[in-house]
């Protein structure tokens, strides 16, 4: 079984690359993890660019003049990529919010003109008896 990043093939069952001088360790194929412990899922680097693609093959085999600009770009792609998730999950919980609190308004509402109705009725049997009496 394979995933494909951009262009590049990573096997899934057998590749165990670390290098001393790579930052790269390909754990079962389906994680990457930087020296630093951050861990990125190939899902999150499978929409960039043939660019992007050049950087991790130039990494993966040496060419150190990558190494910094491709740390950079992915940091803040990702970085970037969080933040727009985490804006999309508070617009969310604001508009949950909202819902919620106009359920709740429509509820209280719903009581009150309950109420209003078990009181008309009351003051109706009310004057019931007084006209009978």
Not at 8 to 24: D, G, R
Not at 34 to 41: A, E, G, P, R
Not at 73 to 84: D, F, T, V
Not at 89 to 113: M, N, P, S, Y
Request: glycine content about 6%; overall charge positive; some cysteine.
């Amino acid at each position: 079984m394979c995933n494909y990043v951009g262009s590049l093939l990573v096997k899934e069952q057998k590749l165990n690359y670390y290098s001393e001088h790579s930052f790269w360790k390909f754990r079962g194929g389906n994680t990457f993890v930087l020296k630093k412990k951050c861990v990125i899922s190939p899902d999150e680097l499978i929409a960039y660019s043939k660019n992007f693609v050049d950087s991790v093959t130039g990494v993966l085999f040496g060419e150190r003049k990558y190494k910094e600009e491709f740390v950079k770009n992915l940091s803040s792609s990702i970085a970037g990529e969080r933040k727009m998730a985490e804006q999309a999950a508070e617009k969310d919980g604001i508009e949950l919010a909202k819902k919620e609190k106009l359920f709740r308004e429509d509820e209280q509402f719903k009581r009150v003109t309950e109420d209003e109705r078990v009181e008309k009725e009351r003051l109706f049997e009310l004057g019931k008896i007084k006209n009978s009496a």
